[in-house]
């Protein structure tokens, strides 16, 4: 008896360790993710900027890939794409710092903290967009496993913008030229699993996440011909509206071909699905927006016109037919004269209101300093907030005031009230007083008296010495900043581009004194007057960014541009304030 107990005893013993093992081995198979407030983030956990940049992971990241949806799901109200939109003011990129490649903060932004939401939410904006790179963070065939690293960070800012109850558009974003140019591609088939396999992950890590995420198929899709991309658009749908969680009644946004309004018009197929909303982009007229060929101001009767029927046919074709629609992108991208600028934003952003359409405004950082925490130019962030809104936003004729040194004189300004009024004028925080300017209410002008300006600028030195902030019933405050200044003045007499020993490898340096102007444009023409430019044959004008560049002591000609001077010109350099100019002439040593 006493023998049979204690073997029994021992089987028990045995059978109790076995189970304790087996559920021990499935808990370690099961791999549960941790609750949110005990994860570690990349940067928690020692993880530099660095290490997210340059993909410095350990063997098994890509073996964790396997991707939960969080265990926790988020509270989710299913809204339709009409009401969505309805409800969204206006979006605000987070340009330039998930999209960029390799990783985070190769561009230029840092790594992104949970502050810059709190900037972005106290603006007055709606919806984030944030566009993110997979490709440098995808492991080999067949799996394609994204690594866990990026995955929990790019989880990680999502979150920020959700818990400040912002609506977030995530995407697939420079992978459209990476590898899902399918008509370049050696084996286009591939490229399409890879995409599935990285949509499969993603839908499925963030699939419990409430209904102001939504998710954007692709960023411009290009080379492919448009039933591919309606095929492209059907087939991510259908995965995420199979991949469970809340994603069934996820909001999807798809892009038309390359994002483009007149390509989308002609051949995006209307989805038959109340959760989808279609994005396109507009960086229109691309001249101005980016400072090429001269075109440095907006405002027009024709430019505006553009935008009325542009937005038209988009509402015609579209939202009058419940097909509800976000500009994902838009903006200027160049020094754009100040004025014109805030007109062009306003005017984009009210005339797609209009219409029905959201704006989401393009930032690779330009606009807000992620580094400094703080807005590069807060009245335009104010004027399209306002826009969206509604609200009527005023303007002064001018951003921009620029005084000859030792020449003020009483300086009249055309206010553009738009229903609202003048409510005063202010030098920091003091007003103007009577004896200060004259307010022509009838006609709008206000006229800033010579002693004024002489007071303003008396011990300054030459440049931007202070600003006039122009108040009004309601709208966006309007800044003019005063300048003074006196005529720019070269290093040197002629430029000589030396090209006997061969091609132009560097930038060619034009040395000046800006004394308080600022460049607006470059044109370079040959002695008959024919542009010296080889690619753009009938423009004298040439292209910011590509052909030339500028600092407070230099413009700089791009080597490519400067080797297409093959013989003497004269390059003209155009000033604010309008009027101004220099005459740079070119002496070509050509190739022997």
Do not use: C
């Not at 004189?409 to 103007?432: C, F, H, K, R």
């Amino acid at each position: 008896m006493q023998s049979r107990g204690r073997y029994g005893l021992y089987v028990v013993l045995v059978i109790s360790m076995l189970v304790i093992i087996s559920a021990l081995f499935l808990v370690r198979e099961d791999k549960p993710e941790l609750p949110k407030d005990k994860r570690v983030s990349p940067l928690q956990s020692g993880h530099s900027g660095d290490s997210i940049r340059t993909g410095v992971l350990q063997p098994t990241d890509y073996e964790a890939g396997q991707i939960q949806a969080v265990e926790k799901a988020a509270p989710f109200l299913p809204v339709t794409a009409i009401d969505a939109v309805a409800q969204i003011g206006v979006g605000w990129n987070l340009g330039n710092q998930l999209d960029a490649m390799p990783g985070e903060g190769d561009w230029g932004n840092g790594i992104v903290d949970a502050s810059v939401f709190d900037e972005v939410k106290a603006a007055g904006f709606d919806l984030v967009r944030i566009p993110v790179s997979w490709n440098d963070h995808i492991g080999a065939a067949p799996d394609y496993k994204i690594d866990i690293v990026w995955m929990d960070r790019v989880e990680e800012v999502v979150d920020w913008a959700l818990e400040r109850d912002m609506w977030v558009m995530l995407n697939v974003h420079h992978d459209s030229w990476k590898y899902m140019n399918l008509d370049k591609q050696a084996d286009p088939d591939e490229s399409m699993r890879k995409f599935m396999k990285v949509w499969e992950q993603i839908a499925q890590r963030f699939s419990g996440k409430s209904e102001k995420l939504m998710l954007e198929t692709l960023n411009e899709p290009t080379d492919m011909d448009p039933s591919r991309l309606d095929e492209l658009n059907e087939q991510i749908l259908q995965l995420i509206r199979s991949s469970g969680g809340n994603n069934k009644e996820r909001l999807v946004v798809e892009p038309g071909l390359h994002t483009n309004m007149n390509e989308t018009i002609r051949t995006f197929k209307k989805p038959n699905d109340p959760y989808v909303i279609l994005t396109v982009h507009n960086y229109e007229p691309w001249d101005y927006v980016a400072n090429w060929w001269g075109h440095i101001t907006w405002g027009t009767d024709s430019d505006k016109a553009y935008f009325d029927k542009m937005f038209k046919r988009l509402h015609d074709k579209f939202v009058a037919d419940g097909q509800p629609i976000i500009i994902g992108e838009f903006g200027t991208l160049g020094t754009n004269e100040r004025h014109s600028k805030w007109l062009y934003h306003d005017y984009f952003v009210r005339t797609a209101k209009k219409y029905g359409i959201v704006s989401v405004w393009w930032d690779n950082g330009e606009h807000l300093d992620r580094l400094r925490g703080s807005w590069n130019d807060p009245v335009m962030k104010d004027i399209i907030v306002n826009a969206s809104r509604g609200i009527a936003n005023s303007f002064v004729e001018t951003g921009d005031l620029y005084i000859r040194q030792s020449m003020a004189q009483d300086t009249v300004l055309q206010l553009e009230l738009n229903g609202n009024a003048l409510v005063g004028i202010y030098n920091g925080d003091s007003p103007l007083g009577q004896d200060d300017y004259t307010y022509d209410e009838d006609q709008a002008k206000v006229t800033i008296k010579q002693a004024y300006l002489e007071g303003m600028l008396r011990d300054k030195e030459l440049g931007d010495i202070g600003q006039l902030t122009f108040r009004f019933s309601q709208g966006a405050d309007q800044i003019v900043h005063v300048h003074q200044y006196t005529d720019p003045v070269l290093e040197q007499k002629e430029l000589v581009i030396d090209r006997s020993g061969g091609d132009i490898v560097s930038d060619v340096e034009i040395g000046l004194a800006f004394n308080g102007t600022e460049l607006a444009r470059l044109k370079a023409v040959e002695a008959d007057g024919q542009p010296v430019h080889t690619e753009w044959k009938d423009k004298q004008y040439v292209n910011l960014s590509d052909d030339y560049s500028f600092d407070a002591n230099r413009v700089y000609l791009k080597a490519r541009f400067a080797n297409m001077f093959d013989k003497d010109a004269t390059i003209t350099l155009e000033f604010w304030p309008s009027g101004v100019q220099l005459e740079v002439p070119v002496k070509v040593i050509d190739k022997q």
